[in-house]
């Protein structure tokens, strides 16, 4: 098999560089800037925008050459309700009774109960592909010095699984809206000029890290809908991550129904990741994309127990998520420091923290009825003194997780 080949079938022709991301591109090279940090995996691929993942034994710079795929499919998923307005952005809101308040009952009773649900749970039978569909939402600050405001990015992303290794998996994504954070940011929005694009805003196809480091792609920040891209891809026999370890669908489904044993398989990913958060921060963000994979049952419950063994989670009780669905959650808070570290739109070379420090809170949205992760959310509870969030009790990052399936179909190419 010429496998250079196989890589220009299924990502075709790449599109020409933008000019001025490609002349930002080079001046952040000439500076030297910061490392690449690879945020949290999400669904059966990781570090999935940070390019190609390539389970294929070539040379890395055929995995370079290969670009994002453009095609007409939709991506499908549960998406939060949205208004649209003819020339111009809406304003985002949350649902109502989605603000964090009171907690009702212990963190550790509402996990054991989803354990204890999940663990009910039937276990379908497996087909060609295993496809988890999602929505994902990042607040970015864009905008003139002076004058910046705030704008929420939504986009639609499935990963496919493929249990025949001569079919690719690859995790595909699909820009949907964007829309202003709120009214005062629509404000600066119109004495901007009213822009539908901005360039040198670094982009996330999933959830944030805690700190909402930006690890994405450098491309602009359009308005309007997109096309479907392909950010990544795994060939072979193991499309399935759990820590640092790629998985077969037999080796994911021998995986062993013990917290402890779990908990380990998954540290060993975040030792390998570099996490700038605690232990406690990347199992709340990583649990989420094992419990959406095609564990078993008593895998998944044993995930929950987990959950409930972490220090300092406590309940948040009944809310309702982003998309407007009605579940039960859970909540770790943690302080950092170099928060919110975005692409400056004015100087794209220069990558900053936004803030000094911040306190993060991440949620964890449960579905009462399957133990099924609905939703994670990230917000800010805390900045430094004088600084804002303008973004809904602080959400700056959030995951609306759709449910997973088995289909023979084929996936969507070019």
């Known amino acids: ?76 998923g549960p998406a939060p309700p949205v208004s649209h307005e003819a020339g111009g952005i809406a304003v ?39 496809v988890t569909p999602g929505i994902v939402g990042n607040v970015l600050r864009v905008g003139p010095p002076g004058d910046r405001y705030l704008v929420l990015e939504v986009v639609g992303t499935q990963d496919w699984a493929a249990t025949n290794p001569r079919d690719g998996s690859p995790h595909l994504s699909q820009a949907r809206y964007v829309q202003a954070a709120s009214p005062a940011d629509k404000a600066a929005w119109l004495r901007d000029g009213s822009p539908r694009v901005w360039k040198h ?8 890290d805690p700190v909402a480091a ?43 129904a013990d917290p402890a044993k779990l908990k380990a398989l998954l540290l060993a990913g ?7 958060g605690t232990a406690t921060s990347y199992l709340f963000q990583t649990v989420p994309a094992v419990l959406e994979m095609p564990v078993t049952s008593a895998v998944r419950s044993a995930l929950y127990k987990l959950l409930a063994s972490l220090p300092g989670v406590q309940s948040v009780g009944p809310i309702t998520d982003v998309a407007g669905q009605q579940g039960v959650a859970v909540a770790y808070t943690a302080r950092y420091s170099g928060c919110g570290q975005q692409i400056d739109p ?39 003194a004088g600084q804002h969030w303008s973004a809904p009790d602080g959400l700056f990052s959030y995951e609306i997780f759709g449910t997973p399936y088995w289909t023979s179909h084929d996936r969507p190419l070019p």
């Open 214 to 256: 930006t690890d994405g792609w450098l491309r602009p920040l359009s308005a309007a809908p997109g096309k479907l891209a392909a950010g990544s891809a795994v060939y072979g026999a193991q499309p399935f991550i759990v820590g640092d370890r790629f998985l077969s669908l037999r080796q994911l489904q021998a995986l062993p």
């Open 270 to 276: 975040w030792s390998v990741q570099g996490s700038a």
């Open 346 to 384: 004015t100087s794209s070379a220069n990558p900053a923290p936004l803030f000094s420090t911040c306190t993060v809170q991440q949620v964890l949205i449960i579905g009462p009825d399957d133990g099924m992760p609905l939703a994670e959310e990230l917000r800010y509870a805390q900045l430094p």
């Open 92 to 130: 985002f809101q949350l649902p109502s009774d989605a603000a964090i308040g009171g907690s009702a009952g212990s963190a550790r009773g509402i996990l054991l109960t989803a354990a204890r649900t999940a663990a009910r749970a039937a276990q379908p039978a497996p087909e060609r592909f295993y």
């Open 1 to 76: 098999m010429d496998e250079l080949q196989l890589i220009r079938d299924f990502f075709g022709a790449p599109p020409p560089p933008d000019p001025d991301m490609a002349a930002a591109a080079k001046a952040r090279m000439s500076a030297g800037g910061p490392a690449v940090r690879h945020r949290f995996a999400r669904g059966p691929m990781a570090a999935r925008p940070n390019g190609l993942l390539l389970r294929l034994g070539i040379p890395a710079v055929a995995a370079a050459a290969a670009a994002a795929v453009v095609a007409a499919v939709l991506v499908q």
């Open 201 to 208: 805003v670094g982009q996330e196809t999933g959830l944030a």
